[in-house]
């Protein structure tokens, strides 16, 4: 028994609407699911990005499938883009500001936040031994 690869990742954020449509405009993600204002699912080839309201995921009600579930705080997630080519204008145009740029060797990632302060990577292809 082995496990593959992640199947999800989930973010937390202060307003899902809101979230869901930034993620729409700047990244250009396209909504699977959603049920505002507890959450939104992107589908993204073969995993899913999950943004969730923390305070409306603490408790489970009658018909969740899920256990309570919840994070405070900013948190992280890498997005693999295959060049950094047109990121670094798109981003900028959006008025949004790369916090840090890092050189890994292989491949570079830019860092930027979202509005609720997660940290957001754009790692192209090289970063990683697995990407």
């Not at 080839?45 to 489970?60: G, I, N």
């Not at 890498?78 to 060049?83: E, I, R």
Request: aromatic share 10%; with cysteine; hydrophobic share 40%.
């Amino acid at each position: 028994m082995t496990i593959e690869r992640v199947l999800e990742t989930c973010l937390y954020v202060d307003d899902v609407e809101a979230a869901a449509t930034w993620y729409e405009d700047v990244l250009g993600l396209e909504r699977y699911a959603s049920s505002p204002p507890r959450h939104v699912f992107f589908a993204l080839a073969d995993q899913m990005l999950l943004l969730f309201d923390a305070d409306e995921t603490d408790d489970a009600g009658p018909d969740d499938k899920a256990p309570p579930h919840g994070a405070r705080g900013p948190q992280h997630v890498a997005f693999a883009v295959g060049s950094l080519d047109g990121w670094r204008s798109k981003l900028e145009e959006a008025g949004i500001e790369i916090t840090a740029e890092s050189d890994w060797g292989g491949g570079s990632s830019l860092y930027f936040e979202d509005p609720s302060g997660n940290v957001l990577e754009l790692m192209e292809k090289g970063a990683w031994p697995v990407w």
